[in-house]
């Protein structure tokens, strides 16, 4: 059973647990939609608006703490010259592509643009998360780069399906 299927049972209060476990994993490792926690069938005792908002907050929290965990690696990765090394030289020049693409938002826009760019729905922000762990280094800034962009992100999916679903 994947973990998009546990998410897509999770009901009750426990399932608030599972989907700050999937937001965490999206940030860290899984790449994958963190739009899908949207579609969770909760069932909380609570009004639609506390259920989604709860939803929504505990992604964000999740998310933000896989992508500090990420920071934190990509903190060790820099200082690791064999890791930075072997990535410069593998077939894919991750370590060229991630670094231009992260240092043009960050040079550009700075975490405000890690924001922007995490606000993207159905966009792989895995990379993005990586790319700014690496090149940067302020945590407390970082952190709220990513909450901001997981929450913004969500609200902005909400408001597109939202928007599609009041013409369809």
Do not use: N
Not at 76 to 100: A, C, I, N, Q, Y
Not at 106 to 116: D, E, K, M, N, P
């Amino acid at each position: 059973m994947s973990l998009e299927s546990i998410l897509h049972s999770a009901t009750g209060w426990p399932g608030l647990a599972i989907i700050f476990a999937y937001s965490f994993l999206i940030a860290f490792v899984l790449p994958g939609p963190s739009e899908v926690v949207l579609a969770a069938p909760l069932d909380l005792p609570l009004p639609a608006w506390a259920s989604l908002t709860s939803v929504m907050l505990v992604s964000a929290v999740g998310k933000t703490a896989g992508s500090v965990l990420a920071f934190h690696i990509g903190q060790e990765v820099k200082r690791s010259g064999p890791v930075t090394r072997l990535l410069e030289r593998s077939r894919f020049d991750v370590l060229e592509w991630s670094e231009r693409t992260a240092v043009t938002i960050a040079r550009r826009y700075g975490y405000v643009g890690l924001t922007l760019a995490l606000c993207v729905p159905f966009f792989p922000d895995t990379i993005s998360i990586y790319a700014f762990a690496v090149l940067e280094d302020d945590y407390p800034k970082f952190v709220l780069a990513t909450f901001l962009g997981s929450l913004g992100r969500l609200v902005v999916t909400i408001g597109v399906v939202g928007g599609v679903l009041t013409f369809v």
